[in-house]
């Protein structure tokens, strides 16, 4: 008689698309668990010679050996026949891209499952992990939530936390919250199987929303605080970058300190090995990593021999 208990016991349809979704079916396929399908994203146009490229997801479900489906929607029986043919006892999603349908939510038996980069109801919606740094939040974590049709609105089934550090990007932060989102979800599943798996309803109170974040966001604006814009600099890290003008060169910063001084905003009061320090609304933030169009990312002392910053000049918004 076969164990029911057993991770391959379980046909866990798996729908998702950037390296963080490709981190949660790792984990998956790696506890066992039997994945008959997996849902990506269609091929996109990616690097400098914008070839057709696979998703991360799609990337290691073929190397496994996967069937992978890529509709451009879910809404229609068509779309979702290959979904329904595999008769999942439970889908899993993260990140996925699309808005699920009822018709889909309603297919496994035991539900659709989601894995979401933020403790709600805080931070519901596209960007919760860049949201959380640029908003000084002292910790995160990951969410496994049944899905209904709202906008992360389902019911609360397991939560796991991590502290965000006074130096995490959005890239170090993702990479974290990538590894526990395998952990949550390898965890719940096996929870599911046992009958232990209790929904909770999310709180009425803390509800935030995660947009998405917009290049026009990434201009810095030095009227700000230097710690708020300090936090700008690890959130928007690696995408899409902090960035001013100075000379009519873009100018990205990519980690920074706040430091005493004042100015008027945007005008840079000291420059040397150690950084260019531009005044803020209140205090001054010290950028010791730079970039300017066509170069990489440098420590201030490279980055100053080959674009000299003076005392006085005055960084602007970029246009």
Same mark, same amino acid.
Do not use: H, K
């Given at each position: 008689m076969a164990d029911t208990l057993s991770p391959a016991a379980l046909?866990? =349809?798996? %729908?998702?698309?950037?390296?963080?979704? =490709?981190? %949660?079916?790792?984990?998956?396929?790696?506890a066992g668990y039997t994945v008959p399908l997996v849902l990506t994203q269609p091929d996109r146009p990616a690097g400098r010679g914008m070839k057709l490229t696979p998703s991360a997801v799609k990337q290691l479900a073929l190397a496994r050996g996967i069937e992978v489906d890529q509709p451009e929607r879910l809404r229609t029986d068509e779309q979702r026949a290959r979904l329904s043919a595999c008769a999942p006892d439970v889908l899993v999603v993260a990140a996925y891209g699309l808005i699920l349908p009822k018709a889909v939510l309603d297919m496994p038996r035991l539900g659709c499952l989601n894995i979401h980069a933020s403790l709600l109801p805080r931070w519901r919606g596209a960007a919760p992990i860049h949201r959380a740094i640029e908003a000084g939040d002292a910790a995160t974590g990951i969410t496994i939530m049944q899905m209904d049709e709202g906008l992360d609105t389902g019911a609360m089934l397991l939560e796991r936390s991590t502290p965000i550090l006074p130096r995490d990007t959005t890239a170090t932060l993702h990479d974290r919250l990538a590894a526990l989102g395998g952990e949550c979800i390898v965890a719940a599943l096996a929870a599911l199987q046992r009958g232990e798996l209790v929904a909770r309803p999310q709180p009425a109170e803390g509800v935030t929303y995660a947009a998405k974040i917009g290049r026009a966001e990434a201009n810095i604006d030095w009227t700000r605080p230097a710690a708020d814009i300090e936090r700008a600099t690890r959130a928007f890290d690696?995408?899409?970058?902090?960035?001013?003008?100075?000379?009519?060169?873009?100018v990205k910063c990519w980690s920074a300190e706040v430091v005493p001084g004042r100015g008027e905003p945007g005008t840079v009061i000291a420059a040397g090995d150690d950084g260019i320090t531009v005044a803020c609304g209140r205090d001054a933030l010290r950028c010791t990593v730079l970039q300017r169009p066509g170069s990489k990312r440098l420590p201030a002392a490279e980055f100053l021999r080959g674009f000299p910053v003076s005392v006085g000049e005055r960084f602007a918004t970029v246009a």
């Open positions: 046909r866990v =349809a798996f %729908a998702g698309t950037p390296e963080f979704a =490709a981190c %949660a079916l790792e984990a998956i396929l790696e690696p995408f899409p970058g902090a960035a001013s003008s100075l000379r009519d060169t873009v």
